[in-house]
Nanobody
Framework: QVQLVESGGGLVQAGGSLRLSCAAS????????MGWYRQAPGKQRELVAT???????NYADSVKGRFTISRDSAKNTVYLQMNMVKPEDTAVYYC??????????WGQGTQVTVSS
């Protein structure tokens, strides 16, 4: 069974940085599109960023210029570098990965809290 293991969340002050990671374990199939979503309390889950197998990226307007998504295909891992974070970035962050033959899978989520 494929598992998506997220790490890197925590408490950070406004203006600081965090790096989230999401690694696929027990994987024998290839990964296609990968992305990060977030859900704040009382709000719907929203797209943060996505990256294709070719490296094309897409970002929510709210994070453009501050966040960077990247991937290491050899390690089956996707990253989210979060710089200049704001209190409104506080949310549970989820990775979402399209796995060949299995479809889209979600990670368990990692909490990011930005203090003002």
């Amino acid at each position: 069974q494929v598992q998506l293991v997220e790490s890197g969340g925590g408490l950070v002050q406004a203006g600081g940085s965090l790096r989230l990671s999401c690694a696929a374990s027990r994987l024998i199939f290839s990964l296609n599109a990968m992305g990060w979503y977030r859900q704040a309390p009382g709000k719907q889950r929203e797209l943060v960023a996505t990256i294709t197998t070719g490296g094309s990226t897409n970002y929510a307007d709210s994070v453009k210029g501050r966040f960077t998504i990247s991937r290491d295909s050899a390690k089956n891992t996707v990253y989210l570098q979060m710089n200049m974070v704001k209190p409104e970035d506080t949310a549970v962050y989820y990775c979402n990965v399209d796995i060949t033959g299995l479809g889209y899978r979600w990670g368990q989520g990692t909490q990011v809290t930005v203090s003002s």
